[in-house]
C-alpha cells in the first residue's frame, strides 16, 4: 500500500455512517444508550437499582482505548508495544505498583505483536467508539457492584450485557409498534396497538431524532454530489439496520440521500463483513427492511443487508472496468473498519476523529489564553469551560485532546511550502512548547493527572507520526491529500 494517496485516484469511496457522515448530540445520546443497558439490567437481570444513578463525574471513567478483561472485570489502557499503561478493577484506578506487580513489562496476554491488534476476542472487549463508551462506564460499575455486593473476583456478567445489546438493538425492536386490526360481530371496527419488546433506544430517538442527531452539512452534502459527479462510486457500509439507517440517513442528509450512493449496505456486522468469506456472510436482498434471499454473489449496484467485502469488490471490478479499482473507506472505529478494511480487503482507510473538530469560528486573537483553561469538553463545535466530560473526552483524555487540537491548528496554519519532514520537525518543535504549557494546569488542577501525561505526550506524538505517514486524515477542520511528499488538495 502507498505512503502517501490522492482521493483523486480512488475509483470508490464507501463510508461508515454512525459518527462518521451522522454525527450524534453526544452530551445527549451517551445517557440514552448508557440507560438503555442499565434499565435492563436492573429491571430483567435482577441488578443493583444503584447502576441506574450516574453523576457527571462517573463520566470521566470513560475514553477510547479501553479493553475489559472479562474473566475478572479489570478495564486496561495499552501501549502501542502491547504493555500495559494503566488500569482499573472497575472503576478503581490501580496505583503504579499495583500495575507494576499485575502486568510488569510485558506484553498483555492477549496482544499479538505481528497484528498490533488484541486476539481471543472471547476473553476481552475493546471500546474504541462513542457508541460503545456508555457500555464501558456501565460494565467498569457493574464490577464495582459486584465486588462491593457479593466479594467476587472473576465475573460472568458480559452474558446479561449481550442480552441487553439484543434487547435494545435486535432488527425487531426498531418496529416499536404493530396494529392490528378485528371486525365484530355488529361490523365495528376494533384496533388494536401492541407494543412490541422494543427496549429504550430506538422509541427515543424516533420520538426526537433532533435531540440526539446533527444534520449533516450543506458542504458534505456537496462534497459528495462533487464525487459522484468525478464519476466516483459511492458507498455506505452500516453496521445498522436498514430501518434505522434510514431514519439517519433522512434526517442528517435529506430524504433524497439515496441518489448519494451507488450501493447501500446495512446490517453488515463489521468487522466481519471485511473478515469473513462469502460462504460465511452472504448478502441479502430486502424487502421493507426485511432480510429476504441469500445471494450465491452480487450483480449489480442497489440495496443489501449484511455480506462480504469479497463479492462487493468483484461488483466494483464490473462497474468500473477494471481489474483492480481503488477503494478507500472512511470510519470512525479503528477496530470495525480501519484495521480491518486496511488489513483484509487491502482498501486505503480514513480515520474520523471527531474529537479532532476545533474552535470552529474562533479566531486566534480571541482565543482564551491555554494556560488559563481549565477543563474541557468539545460541544457544539467549540470547547466549553465544563467541570465534567459528556462528548466522549473524559478527564483523563482532555490532555490528549488538547495538545492534539493544537498540532491540528498548527498542521491547518502551516504554509506547506517545505516538505513534509520539514514541517513534521516544525510543528514537533512547537508541540514541545505546548505540552510545557500545559502541565502546570495538570499539576493545578487534577494531582492524578500528572500519571496520564507522558502516555499524552506519546500519543500525541504517534498521532503526528499516523498523520505524516500513515492514510489518517483528518477530515472536519480540513484534510490535506498528499502525493510525492507534497499536499495537493483539501478535504472540506
Not at 435492563?40 to 479493553?67: H, I, N, Q, R, S
Not at 484506578?93 to 502486568?103: F, G, H, Q, S, W
Not at 426526537?208 to 462510486?233: F, T
Request: some cysteine; charged content about 25%.
Amino acid at each position: 500500500m502507498a505512503q502517501h494517496f490522492s482521493l483523486a485516484a480512488c475509483d470508490v469511496v464507501g463510508f461508515d455512517l454512525d459518527h462518521t457522515l451522522c454525527r450524534y448530540n453526544l452530551p445527549e445520546s451517551a445517557p440514552l444508550i448508557y440507560n438503555s443497558f442499565a434499565r435492563f439490567l436492573v429491571k430483567e437481570k435482577g441488578y443493583d437499582k444503584e447502576l441506574l444513578t450516574v453523576t457527571p463525574e462517573d463520566w470521566d471513567f470513560c475514553c477510547k482505548g479501553l479493553a475489559l478483561d472479562l474473566e475478572d472485570g479489570t478495564f486496561i489502557k495499552l501501549a502501542e508495544n502491547g504493555t500495559v499503561l494503566r488500569a482499573s478493577h472497575g472503576t478503581k484506578m490501580m496505583t503504579p505498583d499495583m500495575l507494576a506487580e499485575a502486568y510488569g513489562k510485558k506484553e498483555w496476554k492477549y496482544f499479538v505483536s505481528d497484528t498490533g491488534m488484541p486476539s481471543h476476542p472471547g476473553k476481552y472487549y475493546f471500546y474504541d467508539n462513542y457508541f460503545d463508551l456508555p457500555g464501558a462506564l456501565l460494565c467498569a460499575r457493574v464490577a464495582d457492584s459486584l465486588t462491593k455486593n457479593s466479594g467476587q473476583k472473576t465475573f460472568d456478567f458480559w452474558k446479561d450485557i449481550v442480552a441487553g445489546i439484543q434487547h435494545n438493538f435486535k432488527m425487531s425492536a426498531f418496529k416499536a409498534y404493530r396494529f392490528t386490526t378485528a371486525w365484530n360481530s355488529s361490523s365495528s371496527c376494533a384496533i388494536h396497538i401492541e407494543k412490541k419488546n422494543c427496549g429504550l433506544y430506538f422509541p427515543e430517538i424516533k420520538r426526537d431524532p433532533g435531540k440526539y442527531l446533527h444534520s449533516c452539512p450543506e458542504s458534505v452534502r456537496n462534497w459528495l454530489q462533487q464525487l459522484k459527479s468525478a464519476g466516483k462510486i459511492l458507498l455506505l457500509i452500516t453496521s445498522s439496520h436498514s430501518d434505522y439507517c434510514k431514519l439517519l440517513c433522512e434526517y442528517t442528509l435529506g430524504d433524497d440521500f439515496a441518489d448519494l450512493f451507488d450501493i447501500v449496505i446495512t446490517n453488515a456486522l463489521k468487522p466481519g463483513f471485511f473478515s469473513h468469506s462469502p460462504s460465511q456472510r452472504p448478502f441479502y436482498t430486502l424487502k421493507d427492511d426485511e432480510e429476504q434471499e441469500s445471494l450465491p454473489s452480487l450483480d449489480k449496484p442497489g440495496w443489501y443487508s449484511q455480506g462480504n467485502s469479497a463479492h462487493l469488490y468483484e461488483l466494483l471490478k464490473k462497474m468500473t472496468s477494471k481489474p483492480k479499482p481503488k477503494v478507500v473507506y472512511f470510519g470512525d472505529s479503528m477496530h470495525s473498519d480501519i484495521f480491518p478494511a486496511s488489513h483484509y480487503s487491502h482498501w486505503e482507510t480514513v480515520l474520523i476523529l471527531e474529537e479532532l473538530r476545533g474552535e470552529e469560528g474562533e479566531k486566534p486573537e480571541e482565543a482564551e489564553p491555554l494556560e488559563k483553561k481549565g477543563k474541557y469538553e468539545f460541544l457544539n463545535g467549540k470547547i466549553q469551560r465544563t467541570p465534567w466530560f459528556i462528548h466522549g473526552l473524559l478527564t483523563k483524555s482532555v490532555l490528549t485532546a488538547l495538545l492534539q487540537f493544537q498540532v491540528l491548528k498548527q498542521l491547518q496554519n502551516y504554509p506547506w511550502t517545505t516538505s513534509l519532514q520539514d514541517s513534521l520537525q516544525t510543528v514537533q518543535k512547537q508541540l514541545a512548547t505546548i505540552r510545557w504549557s500545559i502541565i502546570p494546569m495538570v499539576l493545578s488542577n487534577d494531582e492524578t493527572l500528572t500519571i496520564i501525561l507522558m502516555e499524552t505526550i506519546y500519543a500525541t506524538n504517534v498521532l503526528l507520526k499516523m498523520l505524516f505517514s500513515k492514510n489518517i486524515l483528518k477530515c472536519f477542520v480540513g484534510t490535506s491529500f498528499c502525493e510525492n511528499d507534497q499536499v495537493i488538495g483539501i478535504c472540506p
